[in-house]
């Protein structure tokens, strides 16, 4: 059912009622790294009942078409918006990813896998040149001793980022709902 449907009453009050959710989501997506806009658009997209053209995003929220690609593509990137197809249509169609455990799943294993990569990379680097300094035979053991802490500090480091690393495998194979389910939704 649209919403133009209704009543202006009920429009009116299911309106309040979207914008409230809409602006908790917005002020929320901060944790995304998103804008509060793009926050907006995802709102406005989630409660959307077809889908929409950046045109049709523009004219609800009242902002550029540049503004609106902007958001949309941040959106895209983090698998929280799909492009989808419609017959008939010559322009791109957007509507949100309504499956929130995957959107999280794919927004944080995004951004966990990278900085897992780079930080596994720069740690095993740095104790290559930590196990070079001390195979140098120093004769200084107050500085192997320092050498060996970092090194220690550095193991410890590299074993945290593997763990993620499986947590991050644990997402994306959907294993980790065996140990904490999705919440069933029922009427």
């Known amino acids: 059912m649209s919403l133009y449907q ?3 009453e009920q429009q009116a009050s299911l309106q309040k009622i979207r914008k409230r959710v ?5 002020k929320n997506m901060d944790l995304y790294g998103i804008t509060l806009s793009a926050g907006h658009l995802y709102g406005l997209l ?10 049709e995003m523009g ?11 902007t958001g949309v593509r941040t959106l895209l990137d983090l698998k929280m918006v799909n492009k989808v197809w419609s017959k ?3 322009k791109d169609l957007y509507e949100v990813e309504y499956d929130w455990y995957q959107t999280f799943t794919d927004f944080f294993a995004i951004k966990w896998r990278k ?12 104790m290559d040149e930590l196990d070079k ?3 140098q ?5 107050e500085f192997k001793a320092i050498l060996q802490q970092d090194r220690m500090k550095m193991k410890q480091a590299v074993a945290y980022y593997k763990w993620l690393d499986r947590l991050i495998d644990s997402m994306e194979s959907e294993e980790i709902y065996k140990l904490i389910p999705k919440e069933e939704v029922r009427d």
């Open 6 to 8: 209704l009543g202006d």
């Open 46 to 55: 989630f409660f959307a009942d077809k889908p929409m053209t950046l045109d």
């Open 88 to 90: 008939g249509s010559r």
């Open 137 to 141: 035979g120093e004769e200084y053991e």
């Open 59 to 69: 004219r609800e929220m009242e902002m550029s078409k540049t503004s609106m690609s």
């Open 22 to 26: 809409i602006e908790a989501i917005g």
């Open 115 to 126: 900085a897992v990569e780079t930080n596994l990379l720069v740690l095993r680097k740095a």
């Open 133 to 135: 300094l001390m195979a």
